[in-house]
């Protein structure tokens, strides 16, 4: 991929190579960037060697010199260790080039960084996704993302390769993680509703199958019903996205909503159903758990692995 204004091709790094993560840097590299990567998890390094990328030792190795810099981590502590930690890319990434911050967490946060690392010359896009492992790795992502329009255009060749659907929702850092905030509370709502429909259907000893098949053609259908409740139906709780997600996610929302003094109580009931569910010792398992604590709160039996 050139930049469009000299034969040179552009340098993206991502760090932070896990289902997502690794997806995005696939997609980047079909579609013609030069891509090195780093994290933790020297098996999820190896993986992007063998496709052709060069691995950096430390986050600031992986984004020496880069255009564009795409962090996929869990939370905005993270992020903040990858861009100004001892081993951070804020100081080695390219002049003028750009950080996409793909992590969930709160505006502040996010309009705080986008401060601290304009003011060395380089720009920030605040840029949470949507979609899971199949899509990042099909490119095929939503990005929200807001910032200026310096940032959008330093990171559009690579928003095009890793994204379907693109959100340009403001020039200012933070609103990206805004709009991420309210998406995290429908998903996190419907998670729990979905894992208490399901553990309701199995007291009431319904065909559990039958009723995904009826719900899902029905007015209670959700995205998250249809997508989740069949790890339940297979007993199958691999975490594709794992209940720690949510006390962290929920818990970021019920912050928000106290420093503003606005009621979320619904919100906050999902956020106690995964924490019970962490609790219990879930809390790296699959977020469709919550239906697994409502078995062991009710003695309920639910469909086990084949």
């Not at 997502?20 to 994290?39: I, N, Q």
């Not at 098996?43 to 880069?66: M, Q, S, V, W, Y």
């Not at 000893?205 to 719900?215: A, K, P």
């Amino acid at each position: 991929m050139t930049d469009g204004n000299a034969n040179t091709t552009l340098r993206c790094a991502v760090i932070g190579l896990g289902s997502m993560g690794g997806g995005m840097a696939a997609s980047l590299m079909r579609a013609g960037f030069e891509v090195s990567g780093y994290d933790v998890n020297q098996d999820a390094c190896t993986r992007l060697a063998a496709e052709g990328a060069r691995i950096g030792a430390t986050p600031a190795d992986a984004a020496a010199g880069a255009d564009c810099v795409i962090a996929v981590v869990v939370n905005a502590d993270q992020t903040e260790t990858v861009l100004f930690g001892p081993d951070g890319c804020a100081a080695t990434m390219k002049p003028g080039g750009v950080f996409v911050s793909s992590a969930t967490m709160a505006p502040e946060r996010a309009r705080a960084f986008a401060a601290r690392l304009e003011a060395t010359g380089r720009h920030y896009l605040d840029a949470p996704m949507s979609g899971g492992a199949a899509r990042a790795a099909d490119g095929q992502l939503t990005m929200l993302a807001s910032g200026s329009k310096a940032a959008f255009d330093a990171a559009r060749p690579a928003l095009q390769a890793m994204t379907g659907t693109l959100y340009e929702l403001g020039d200012e850092a933070g609103l990206g993680a805004a709009f991420k905030m309210v998406n995290q509370l429908l998903a996190g709502v419907h998670i729990a509703a979905a894992c208490e429909a399901i553990a309701f259907a199995a007291h009431q000893g319904l065909d559990l199958r039958r009723v995904y098949e009826v719900i899902t053609k029905s007015a209670g259908n959700s995205w998250m019903f249809e997508n989740r409740v069949p790890h339940v139906l297979d007993g199958d709780y691999t975490p594709r996205s794992a209940v720690n997600i949510f006390t962290k996610d929920l818990g970021i929302v019920l912050d928000m909503a106290r420093a503003g003094q606005f009621p979320v109580p619904v919100a906050g009931a999902a956020l106690q159903m995964y924490l019970m569910t962490a609790a219990a010792g879930m809390g790296k398992d699959d977020d469709a758990s919550v239906a697994r604590l409502y078995a062991q709160i009710s003695g309920l039996s639910l469909p086990q692995p084949v």
